[in-house]
């Protein structure tokens, strides 16, 4: 039975049922669990091309170990933020560990990207600044920059005739992503520094969704386009993505960490991370700096999975990373077509406005090192005879 009700300043109910009529409402499903790019949910077993589970490491029993062996050592929680007791030697070694791994001078552990991206620039932009961002930039940074007090001014996605036309020397922060986590293309880096260089400004680097999967060792966009990391100023990173954990890094020259450790309030008021979580992150490292095998199979797939949807007449977003988005355009297609692969087991998230610009409504389609040939395989049949599969495909060829 519904209860009275509610008043007050808040219309809750109102904004709910508009986006529901715009087939914009999200809703939660609580799955049993994943792992070898599967997905149960409900008691009945799909194949998952929708986790950032990239190299397959999240269930990946040496890291669960590693977890297991730091709660026996440290605990289940670190007990107080960085600053007060809840920084161990276990998140130090793993500052270290990615510090040499990333070529940087220093990392600061956070714990998610959000909250990491969120700190930096808040930290360090003041009225005096202006902060540049790519259009495609994800949500965490585009918030934090629409809230400071700097002037933000945000440039066509990877346009970087348009950004030099914006910039002015000595005055800010040029941020972009690594791999953009909607689209699954990569930025130009090397134009990116040679500007951020000429122009006398800093730039920061979002390489949640590169790291772990291209360059050598996986250490990400930067090594994958050979920029040296010293002329990117600042690194954040995730491990929630290929290294199968959670939490997160900022890294850069001592000094910047320095600043951060005083000057961010993410990172100052915030419990610490639990150090066995940095202990089976550490262990991820060293998986993903072994994993070769795994990066080359996993593009392998990619170029399998690309073939197959483009014979069959789809658009495929300009992506060779894990990242595929399949575009089919409105709201309502992406999600009657998630809800008919479903129905053939298979997994995949149908992603609308505002994640996406209007129009440009899409399947994401995630593969996993995980995943094997015959996989790529089911979710291209399940494509290919999935019901009205014809007429959205017909609306939307290359």
């Known amino acids: 039975m519904n209860g009275p009700a ?43 091309f929708s986790a950032n589970d990239y190299l397959g490491l999240a269930d990946h029993g040496a890291i669960k170990a590693a977890f ?3 709660i026996e050592r440290y605990g ?57 961002q790519d259009k495609l930039n994800h949500a965490s940074l585009q918030e934090m920059g629409s809230q400071l007090p700097c002037k933000m001014k945000r440039f066509g996605h990877n346009d970087m005739a348009a950004l030099e036309r914006q910039l002015e020397p000595n005055r800010g922060l040029i941020v972009s992503e690594g791999v953009f986590s909607m689209d699954g293309d990569q930025g130009p880096w090397r134009d990116l520094a040679t500007l951020a260089a000429r122009s006398g400004n800093w730039l920061m680097i979002d390489d949640a969704h590169g790291l772990g999967v291209l360059g050598p060792e996986g250490r990400g966009t930067l090594a994958a386009q050979g920029v040296n990391p010293a002329c990117v100023h600042i690194q954040m990173g995730t491990f929630g993505k290929a290294l199968g954990v959670a939490g997160a890094f900022v890294g850069g020259s001592r ?8 000057f961010a309030r993410h990172y100052v ?15 991820s490292i060293e998986l993903v700096r072994a994993a070769d095998e ?43 077509l998630a809800e008919r692969l479903r129905e053939c087991g298979v997994w995949v998230s149908a992603i609308r406005p505002p994640t996406v610009p209007v129009g440009t409504a899409r399947l994401r389609i995630t593969l996993s090192a995980a995943h094997r040939e015959q996989d790529v395989d089911c979710l291209l049949d399940a494509l290919g005879v999935c019901p009205a599969v014809t007429t959205l495909g017909e609306a939307h060829h290359d």
């Not at 669990?33 to 149960?40: K, M, N, Q």
């Not at 007791?85 to 956070?110: C, N, P």
């Not at 419990?271 to 550490?282: G, I, L, R, Y």
């Open 6 to 48: 509610v008043t007050g300043p808040f219309v809750l109910g109102t904004a709910l049922a508009e986006r529901e009529q715009v087939g914009l409402l999200r809703n939660r499903i609580a799955t049993d669990g994943a792992s070898g790019g599967r997905l149960r949910v409900a008691g009945r077993e799909y194949l998952n």
């Open 68 to 70: 297991n062996a730091g």
């Open 76 to 132: 289940t929680g670190a007990g107080a933020s960085p600053l007060v007791t809840g920084y161990s030697r276990a998140h130090q070694q793993l500052e270290e560990t990615l510090a040499e791994w990333l070529g940087v001078e220093a990392v600061l552990l956070f714990n998610c990207g959000f909250s990491a991206n969120q700190a930096v620039l808040k930290a360090l932009l003041g009225k005096v600044h202006l902060l540049w």
């Open 255 to 262: 000094e910047l960490v320095e600043y951060l450790v005083n």
């Open 269 to 283: 008021y915030s419990t610490h991370m639990p150090a066995a979580q940095a202990c089976a992150v550490s262990k």
């Open 294 to 336: 795994s990066r080359a199979h996993l593009g392998q797939l990619i170029a399998r999975f690309r073939q197959g949807a483009k014979a069959q007449g789809w658009q495929l977003g300009a992506s060779d990373t894990p990242i595929q988005p399949l575009l089919v355009g409105e709201s309502s297609v992406a999600l009657q």
